[in-house]
């Protein structure tokens, strides 16, 4: 009787260990470093409030932990086309890291219950905040502005993940926090580029045209101001010939008068010494030119006179 006893008590304390054991080995469950952990009692279906980190820890026989990665996740959005502002289609490729503040971690589970539907949240957001972003751009600024258009995705995508700066535990967000932005590949529509080609080659043959024109101005005005200078010098070596052949000619009529006067001053001096008529003059003179000139020959016509000498 007394061993059946001990055998009873002997087999309960087992039993006992044995099930302390099996209901310890229930109760203890670890988190890795780069973990978060939000226990949950499945039979009585409590969450608890705080997220633990890495390590060992105890809790209700059962309970498992929601986990969510306490580290940096890089999320490579598909490379897809979104619209610009003037309704152009761009190839883009993004990528974004983000994190799950330790603080948030209940409202993620609460909202989309575990890690992988709050990653397909989280991706969507940052997909829609890229075309957002994209839609207030024309196409030409992701060309000249791709750091700019990288900062507006960011702002976007944090306002995506976090909500609104004035809310409180990200709500509005997605309970996610953003950590970069990485814009690595643009690629426009290659109609706009060939466009684009077609508009640079078009302005180069424009300058060339003015440059040309230009070229071609300068050369007529030298040329014109060569001539004007030209003209300028035949006009003052004409004004010059024109003075020197009228002062010759001022001078040559001077001349002339002088003798003629002087010539008519002897005349009348003579007629009025000799007391000659006008033909006696004029026998006078024909006189002097037959004195003058050693061989004269006269044709002339009856009744033409050839002499005045009645008249002296």
């Given amino acids: 009787m007394m061993n059946t006893k ?4 002997a087999s309960t304390a087992a039993f006992s260990v044995i099930l302390a054991i099996v209901l310890l080995s229930f109760s203890l469950k670890k988190l890795t470093s780069t973990e978060y952990g939000l226990e949950y009692d499945k039979i009585a279906k409590i969450l608890d409030d705080a997220a633990k980190s890495g390590g060992l820890h105890t809790g ?19 490379g897809g086309n979104c619209v610009s502002q003037d309704g152009l289609r761009v190839q883009f490729q993004v990528s974004f890291q983000y994190q799950m503040p330790r603080e948030w971690l209940k409202f993620a589970v609460v909202r989309y219950r575990n890690f992988e539907k709050w990653q397909q949240v989280v991706a969507g ?69 060939g ?40 006009m003052d070596t004409a004004r010059n010939e024109a003075s020197v052949l009228l002062t010759e000619a001022s001078l040559k009529a001077e001349e002339t008068t002088f003798i003629f006067e002087r010539e008519s001053e002897i005349i009348v001096r003579v007629k009025n010494a000799l007391n000659l008529t006008s033909l006696g003059v004029l026998a006078y003179m024909s006189n002097k030119l037959y004195e003058t000139t050693p061989t004269l020959r006269v044709s002339m016509r009856e009744p033409a006179r050839s002499s005045n000498s009645d008249e002296l």
């Fill in 60 to 78: 209700p026989p059962g309970f498992e932990f929601i986990k969510f990665p306490s580290t940096f996740i890089l999320e490579v959005l598909p």
């Fill in 6 to 9: 001990l055998i009873i008590i």
């Fill in 125 to 193: 957001a940052g997909h829609s905040a890229v075309q957002h972003s994209c839609a207030q751009f024309t196409i030409s600024n992701f060309q000249n502005k791709r750091g700019i258009i990288q900062a507006t995705m960011e702002d976007n995508i944090r306002l995506k993940l976090e909500g609104p700066p004035e809310s409180l535990n990200g709500e509005g967000g997605v309970y996610a926090r953003a950590i970069s932005v990485q814009l690595q590949n643009v690629q426009v529509p290659s109609e706009y580029t």
């Fill in 195 to 234: 466009a684009i080609s077609e508009k640079q080659s078009a302005e180069e043959d424009i300058t060339l045209a003015i440059n040309q024109r230009t070229q071609e101005l300068t050369k007529a005005n030298t040329e014109f101001l060569t001539a004007k200078e030209d003209a300028r010098k035949i």
